[in-house]
């Protein structure tokens, strides 16, 4: 089957950096859309950005001109650089990929068991 396993959440001061990674592994054909998610405490889960198969991008408002997404394709790997971190982005991240599992015809979404992000001084 697919497995995505997210690492490189931690706690980080105010105005600190993150860089968040998602490698995607088993029986994969191809990775159509990747993204990053996050949930706060008594909070919806959020779309944070979104990356397509050809590169292009979009982010949640709040996180625009801080955040970038990015991705390799050799390693079916997502990454999230985290800049000017702040208290509100504080969540557990969630990685998210749209793709077609070896043999089969139609798209599956996975999802990673999710990383802690905490910013606070």
């Known amino acids: 089957q697919v497995q995505l396993v997210e690492s490189g959440g931690g706690l980080v001061q105010p105005g600190g950096s993150l860089r968040l990674s998602c490698a995607a592994s088993?029986?994969?054909?191809?990775?159509?859309?990747m993204g990053w998610y996050r949930q706060a405490p008594g909070k919806e889960r959020e779309l944070v950005a979104h990356i397509t198969s050809g590169n292009s991008r979009n982010y949640a408002d709040s996180v625009k001109g801080r955040f970038t997404i990015s991705r390799d394709n050799a390693k079916n790997t997502v990454y999230l650089q985290m800049n000017n971190l702040k208290p509100e982005d504080t969540a557990v991240y969630y990685c998210?990929?749209?793709?077609?599992?070896?043999?089969?015809?139609?798209?599956?979404?996975?999802w990673g068991q999710g990383t802690q992000v905490t910013v606070s001084s």
């Open positions: 088993g029986s994969i054909f191809s990775i159509n859309n």
């Open positions: 998210n990929a749209d793709l077609f599992v070896t043999g089969n015809y139609y798209r599956t979404e996975y």
